[in-house]
């Protein structure tokens, strides 16, 4: 479906405004793995109404910004991974358990009390009302297996290896709804594959290729360091990244501005489409294009530009709106120099 040389892109969130969201509770917090009503501003009867609205000037961002391919902001959700994750049967969101987070926190998080199953479609609406509301490509994300089930408490399945695969049908089914309802993009959220990367070697690559079996449609997995926000000291490379090689997902998306990272690592994913994070969260400071291009071209010598989409390292949830208008614009205009001299 790559049309444009260079598409650029969001990995997924934006910041939610300060009318729909406590943002000082938010950015104060952990992010949340059960659900926290308290972060709302606006009463349950209206909310759906505000998320919509605070989606659609999401959506506008991104356009009047230049982006080719649109999300929905993540507006709608606590976090990247609790709306999906707290709307399976099995959990117990009553009597949460406790996990040590990828930062090191005690954290409450869902208690598996039951097998792990998708009662309903969590976010075919949200893609709908996406799709509604433009004209451009559109791409929408999901947590990972992995990822989910370290932020669960397990009290029912044998090992966590076993967990994992009822967490990738629940996503599984998730995806394939999604592409039904006109997902162009969908992308797997498994930031905790670099946190752990000896079970994800473990359990991990099996649980997302039973995720992504038999899905028709394109498919990205999202790796991270975690938010710039909260992680300021990020490693120079991976720990776990050329295994995703052989797994069917077209797409996988990495942080390379904020940890500096040695672009040459990207030659163990020949035949992936990168998606090149080129704007640091680390900072609210603004990138120049100049600074953006030449982040894109660290990685030219490894990646084809038809095999890259430019994106930031991670979620622009943190940010304040106009520095992540501004992030948005550089790397639109960024990615324009590139393409200018190819």
């Known amino acids: 479906m790559q049309q444009t040389l260079l598409p650029t892109s969001l ?21 949340p793995r059960v659900r926290m009503r308290d972060l709302w501003r606006v009463a349950p009867e209206y909310l759906e109404q505000a998320q919509d609205d605070a989606t659609v000037l999401a959506i506008r961002d991104q356009e009047r910004a230049g982006l080719d ?17 707290t709307a399976l049967e099995g959990v117990d ?6 996990v040590i987070s990828r930062s090191g926190a005690h954290v409450p998080v869902p ?3 039951g097998k792990i199953r998708r009662k309903h479609a969590v976010e075919v609406r ?5 799709r509604a509301n433009t004209d451009r490509p559109v791409k929408i994300t999901v947590p990972g297996p992995f990822t989910m089930v370290q932020q669960a408490k397990n009290d029912f399945y044998p090992t966590e290896a076993v967990m994992a695969l009822d967490y990738a049908a629940a996503v599984n089914e998730e995806i394939r709804d999604l592409f039904a309802a006109g997902a162009d993009i969908v992308q797997i959220d498994e930031p905790y594959m670099q946190a752990r990367p000896e079970a994800a070697r473990e359990y991990g690559v099996q649980a997302l290729n039973r995720a992504l079996d038999g899905v028709a449609g394109t498919t990205a997995v999202h790796i991270c360091f975690g938010y710039g926000h909260m992680v300021k000291g990020k490693p120079a490379g991976y720990s776990f990244l050329g295994e995703l090689a052989d797994t069917p997902a077209h797409q996988i998306s990495i942080e ?7 672009c040459s690592v990207l030659e163990k994913l020949r035949g992936k489409t990168i998606i090149l994070g080129v704007l640091d ?9 100049d600074t953006v291009a030449a982040r894109i071209h660290r990685a030219l010598p490894y990646v084809s530009p038809e095999n890259l989409v430019i994106a930031p390292d991670c979620g622009l949830k943190y940010l304040p709106r106009e520095a992540a208008l501004g992030k948005m ?8 120099l590139v393409r200018a001299g190819l």
Do not use: C
């Open 111 to 113: 208690r598996v009390i």
């Open 126 to 130: 949200d893609l709908q009302f996406l």
């Open 256 to 262: 390379t501005a904020q940890p500096s990272l040695d």
């Open 93 to 98: 969101l009553d009597n949460p358990g406790i």
């Open 69 to 85: 391919i649109i999300t929905d902001g993540e507006m709608r959700r606590e976090s990247y991974s609790n709306r999906f994750a």
């Open 281 to 289: 969260l680390g900072t609210h400071a603004v990138e120049s294009a």
């Open 329 to 336: 614009r550089a790397m639109v205009e960024g990615a324009k």
């Open 11 to 31: 990995v997924g969130s934006l910041p939610q405004p300060d009318w729909l969201i406590n943002r000082s509770l938010l950015t104060s917090n952990t992010p």
